[in-house]
């Protein structure tokens, strides 16, 4: 089954960018999904399993990093993605 997933991360601190970044940069690099970007989210297109089994780990490992952080996730079933 395929899914869209739009995230939103919401660092609760000064220095807001760079945990934002960073969990962007990881989609870029060790993702295989198709992703879309805008100013308020990111958006992630694929196997439900296999995107949300990602989404799982790396949310932990910027939790784990940043206590202090909000997700925001929704997910729609299909891919939705257009160039």
């Known amino acids: ?3 869209s997933v739009d995230i939103s991360l919401y660092p609760l601190k000064e220095e807001f960018k760079k945990p934002i970044k ?3 940069n ?3 690099a060790q993702s ?3 992703v879309k970007r805008n100013n308020m989210s990111t958006s992630i297109f694929g196997d439900y ?3 949300m089994n ?3 780990d790396n949310m932990e490992e910027s939790l784990l ?3 202090n952080a ?3 996730l929704k997910i729609v079933g299909g891919n939705y993605y257009r160039d």
Do not use: A, H, S
Request: glycine fraction near 0%; proline fraction near 0%.
């Open 26 to 28: 990881k989609i870029d």
């Open 1 to 3: 089954m395929e899914v």
């Open 22 to 24: 960073q969990f962007i």
């Open 54 to 56: 990602w989404i799982t």
């Open 65 to 67: 990093d940043d206590e």
């Open 32 to 34: 295989k999904f198709k």
């Open 49 to 51: 399993k296999e995107v």
């Open 70 to 72: 909000v997700f925001v």
